[in-house]
């Protein structure tokens, strides 16, 4: 079992930042694969950035150049730098993490960007 608690949401500025930070714990020496998703009221559930063991991340096309997932394995953290906010990505941020027994969540933790 992996357990995950995100902070570091708020209400901020359209071209503010933020930063989420997700802090896993039990067994997460079976992780493979770390990310964040989100999803707005109404909309679906969106990918937003994952990153691997190896530290090779991918962005969905909405963030690409705004967001940065960062892992710091020493603390067991992972994060999401997201700058030049914009009212659009406003929702609630779920970290997950990917084992070989399926995926974990976390609570989530709300964002939003005023205009």
């Known amino acids: 079992q992996v357990q995950l608690q995100e902070s570091g949401g708020g209400l901020v500025q359209a071209g ?3 930063r989420l930070s997700c802090l896993a714990s ?3 020496f079976s992780i493979n694969r770390m ?3 989100r999803q707005a009221p109404g909309k679906q559930r969106e990918l937003v950035a994952t990153i691997t063991n190896g530290g090779t991340t991918n962005y969905a096309d909405s963030v690409k150049g705004r967001f940065t997932i960062s892992r710091d394995n020493a603390k067991n953290m ?3 730098q997201m700058q030049s906010l914009k009212p659009e990505d406003t929702a609630v941020y779920y970290c997950f993490a990917t084992t070989g027994r ?3 969540w976390g ?3 709300q964002v939003t960007v005023s205009s």
């Open 78 to 80: 992972m994060y999401l």
């Open 102 to 104: 399926g995926r974990f």
């Open 26 to 28: 039990g067994s997460i």
């Open 107 to 109: 609570q989530g933790t």
């Open 16 to 18: 503010g930042s933020l």
């Open 35 to 37: 990310g964040w998703y």
